[in-house]
């Protein structure tokens, strides 16, 4: 194995399993990960703990489940632990550093607050990260507070809304001009108020979110190019808003793309009302700019995929490559308008929970290797660690993946998934627990305290769209359920005993 590698992690954010053409997209033009997928290893099962970003990006730092790291839902801050992964690179002699989107605090604890709370830039070290570059799903959190704006007579002010970015900070210090176009509030011109998220960016390119976050990790790996380094490039798109630039808008006609995968009527049977209510809200949406809005996300993919192009080519021409573990994912998915539903919400399928996995390290992981057993995200820390031939700490419940990578081992790494959204706060939707168990064929998904479970054959029906009646097959519940509490166990926290799976 190289000495000390450095491992570079790239995420994007909200970005579902399937959108990416090596994983056989008949639609995106992804060509630079493509390349990788190809000479390297790809996990098509690979499944999050949790399908909202802070409980994710809280398991990637921690390496454990969120009913261990206690941040089961949004506005609950990452606890900052000794062996977050991170910290145990850098105690290890690693230069470490992250460029992008963290989402490790809340962005607002005080949500009467007329301005977005910043924490994460204060002091010397950040989560065991010695340099970093934060910026946030700007244009999202701006659009929420003129509300509150109007409500107190404030008017509107962006200046206001973000005390603290160095993605804006960058823009209003090299062409302040931009800086509308980087925070823009409310709707494009000509835009229809049914379609807020929708509209195409006229920022360049070269001043993109999209190309900072690149920027920032390049500058990084040069800086530290004779020394081990740990790099998270975090992109914070594809998450909504959908506003690709023009040039990768462009690359897409709406009217040309794939459809989603719905049929009319489908909600109706054995579905949660929460499938029906996020449906009744967004259909009249999607049947009117469904297409136009799977244009802006494959746009959106397509330049985080030309940014990710730019970093391999230069850790190629610094001679690195073959010193660098790439791993590409995503905190979770994205509905994209399948089964009528667009964005995330209290419902678990497939592609909201599950999210592209490549690695790519030429001469120490199998080239071209396709592995279809189930993973999740909590397997990372685990795996980086184990590449970089340090100790994995004993509070870690995930799994190195090295193993599968080699090709080494061709069983499934799991033999079960298990998904969980915690009960939103009074901040967000009102919403009970919903705990998931993914098995190799099955999965069983249950409202805690409602009563209600859903069941899916995924092998007999891989789209979801015809739910087994849970009231007919009273043993397959039994076994599900049965294994979705031990799954459940095995996460938790028991006194000085740390789960493992």
Known sequence: ?????????????????????????????????????????????CYVTNPVCMPSRAT????????????????????????????????????????????????????????????????????????????HDLKDFVSELPTHYRREGMGRDPNRAFIRDDYLDWIKQTDPSLYPLAVREGLPEGQTALAPEIWTSELPVERHQ??????????????????????????????????APRPYRELYDPANLARPVWIEGELAARR??????????????WRQFGQEYRAQYYGMLSLIDAQVGRIVRHLEQLGLAERTLIVFTSDHGEMLGDHGISRKGLFHYEPLIRVPLAFYWPGQVAGGLRQRGLVQNVDLPATFLDAAGIAIPHQ????????????????????????????????????????????????????????????????????????????????????????????GSAASVWGEHWGRW
Not at 221 to 240: G, L, M, Y
Not at 272 to 285: G, K, L, M, T
């Open 1 to 45: 194995m190289t000495d000390r590698p450095n491992i570079l992690f790239i995420t994007s954010d909200q970005h579902r399993f399937d959108a990416v053409g090596f994983m056989g997209h008949p639609d995106v033009q992804t060509p630079n990960l493509d390349r990788l997928a190809a000479s390297g290893v790809v996990f098509d099962r």
């Open 60 to 135: 990637l730092m921690t390496g454990q489940f969120p009913d261990a790291h206690g941040v089961r839902r949004n506005g609950i801050e990452v606890p900052d632990q000794p062996w977050g992964i991170a910290r145990t690179f850098r105690q290890n002699g690693w230069r470490t550093g992250i460029f992008g989107k963290t989402h490790f605090c809340p962005l607002r604890r005080d949500y009467n607050a007329d301005f977005v709370f910043h924490d994460w830039r204060g002091g010397e070290d950040y989560y065991g990260f010695e340099e970093r570059a934060i910026t």
């Open 210 to 243: 999209s190309t900072w976050i690149a920027n920032q990790t390049l500058e990084f790996i040069e800086r530290h190019r004779d020394e081990p380094f740990f790099a998270w490039c975090s992109f914070v798109d594809p998450h909504h808003p959908f506003n």
């Open 272 to 285: 949660s009302r929460y499938h029906r209510e996020r449906s009744a809200q967004q259909i009249d949406v």
């Open 396 to 487: 870690y419940q995930g799994r190195s993946l090295l193993p599968w990578c080699r090709g080494e081992r061709d069983d499934s790494p799991r033999t079960r998934a298990l998904i969980t959204n915690g009960g939103e706060g009074p901040h967000y939707n009102p919403w009970p627990e919903l705990r998931t168990l993914v098995t190799d064929r099955f999965k069983l998904q249950y409202y805690v305290g409602e009563n209600h479970l859903e069941i899916d054959d995924l092998a007999e029906d891989p789209h979801e769209l015809n739910p087994r009646d849970p009231e007919q097959e009273p043993a397959l519940v039994r076994t599900l359920l049965s294994a979705l509490i031990d799954a």
